[in-house]
């Protein structure tokens, strides 16, 4: 899908977002949800969704961005406090080319150790009971 296109609801987020779809969830309010990666390139990878309907950051409404990017700054702050990593990348695709797999804006934050590479973009799914671990631990740091 190019840059430029039609937000289709029946993309995976969008269900998450309904409730249609299952997500191990961190925390949501009214501006977005965060929930684990199924396919981490690291321990504790999840992601942050504003609800707006927008397929990328280009079309997302400037006080949504501004909202979304203090939740992701929270939850990289959680993050740090609950699995303690070296460092933490904040990533976010717009456009398939750019490697966007999933077309409703979200923004990934992926925990990363010294020598130890992250995985693949989208690669394995995880081990359930690991992801709900670090879950419990990054939501316990938010509290
Ligand atoms: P994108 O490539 O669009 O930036 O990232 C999409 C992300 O969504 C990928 O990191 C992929 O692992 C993750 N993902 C894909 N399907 C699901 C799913 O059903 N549930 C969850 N929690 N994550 C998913």
New binding site residues.
């Given amino acids: 899908m190019s840059l430029s296109g039609t937000y289709d609801d029946q993309n995976?987020?969008a269900?998450?977002l309904r409730g249609e779809?299952?997500?191990?969830t961190l925390f949501e309010d009214d501006i977005a949800i965060a929930?684990?990666?199924?396919?981490?390139?690291s321990p504790g990878?999840c992601?942050v969704l504003p609800r707006e309907q927008a397929r990328n950051l280009l079309d997302l409404s400037p006080p949504t961005a501004a909202a979304a990017i203090q939740r992701v700054q929270t939850l990289a702050k959680a993050v740090e406090t609950a699995l303690q990593p070296d460092g933490i990348v904040v990533?976010?695709?717009n456009g398939a080319p750019a490697?966007?797999?999933?077309?409703?804006i979200?923004f990934?934050i992926i925990p990363c150790w010294e020598n130890v590479p992250r995985g693949r973009?989208?690669?394995g799914q995880a081990d359930m009971g690991e992801l709900k671990t670090q879950a419990e631990k990054i939501r316990s740091a938010l509290a």
């Fill in positions: 995976i987020f269900k998450i779809a299952p997500a191990i929930f684990m990666d199924i396919f981490p390139q990878h992601l990533t976010q695709f490697g966007q797999t999933v077309f409703h979200h990934h973009h989208g690669a």
